[in-house]
């Protein structure tokens, strides 16, 4: 596509829940980058995919969290048991190269609401 | 670890003001330094970008310069427009060891509102 799509654009849910969050990076783009926006914390990192494996989850910030990428393409972002304090937007982008010199492209996010 | 601080806003100007935003940072290594820009209703946007020390990144009539000896990126524009009302982020990358160098590390945001 002509840039990064990530659906649902919005999602609220009730809390203890799960929900799936999905990026579509830009044909070609080998990286693929999680990141969370909220209120206070600003914009944190989750999770780094090079391809199909992820060599960088160090952002996760519970079990609760987990993300694949299949066919070097889409991912999903997955939060289990969601509570409240995940509420948040959450972006994600991708690169040509996982490199500190090559821009990343961001989708236009998923704002998550745990009520 | 590494940090961005940006000045804190909201920052409110006239049309055709002068603006900066300031911005240091703390890195080990040599970093690459971003400015991204979020227009409402928009995903984030790379604005502009410094590789290295003395670098001035441009685009739209906003520069940064990247200036190693006191850790700054500040972001400057002589002249702002309506339009260029947004949420401006101050990043960097390219530090950390094991391949780890591609992470983005974001300021708070700084909003900009221009008025007519």
């Known amino acids: 596509g002509a840039g990064v799509s990530q659906s649902p654009s919005n999602k609220v849910t009730e809390k203890g829940k799960d929900v799936e969050l999905r990026c579509d990076p830009i044909?070609?783009?080998?990286?693929l980058y999680w990141y969370r926006q909220s209120l206070g914390q600003g914009l944190e990192f989750l999770i780094y995919?090079?391809?199909?494996?992820?060599?960088?989850k160090s952002g996760l910030p519970s079990d609760r969290f987990s993300a694949e990428r299949t066919g070097g393409s889409v991912s999903t972002l997955t939060i289990q048991r969601t509570q409240q304090e995940d509420s948040a937007v959450y972006l994600c982008?991708?690169?040509?190269?996982?490199?500190?010199?090559?821009?990343?492209?961001f989708g236009q996010g998923t704002r998550l609401t745990v009520v | 670890g590494n940090s961005v601080t940006q000045m804190e806003g909201p920052v409110t100007l006239s049309e055709e003001a002068f603006l900066t935003i300031n911005c240091t940072y703390t890195a080990t290594g040599y970093p690459s330094l971003f400015w991204y820009v979020q227009y409402p209703g928009e995903g984030l946007q790379l604005l502009l970008k410094?590789?290295?020390?003395?670098d001035k990144g441009s685009n739209k009539g906003f520069e940064a310069t990247y200036r190693k000896e006191t850790t700054s990126f500040h972001l400057e524009k002589g002249s702002v427009q309506v339009s260029d009302s947004a949420v401006y982020f101050c990043?960097?990358?390219?530090?950390?060891?094991?391949?780890?160098?591609?992470?983005?590390?974001f300021g708070k945001g700084t909003l900009l509102t221009v008025n007519p």
């Open positions: 044909s070609g783009h080998t990286a």
């Open positions: 990043a960097l990358s390219g530090t950390g060891s094991g391949g780890s160098n591609y992470k983005l590390t």
């Open positions: 982008a991708s690169s040509l190269l996982g490199s500190q010199n090559t821009e990343a492209f």
């Open positions: 410094a590789t290295k020390a003395d």
């Open positions: 995919f090079q391809g199909n494996s992820a060599p960088d």
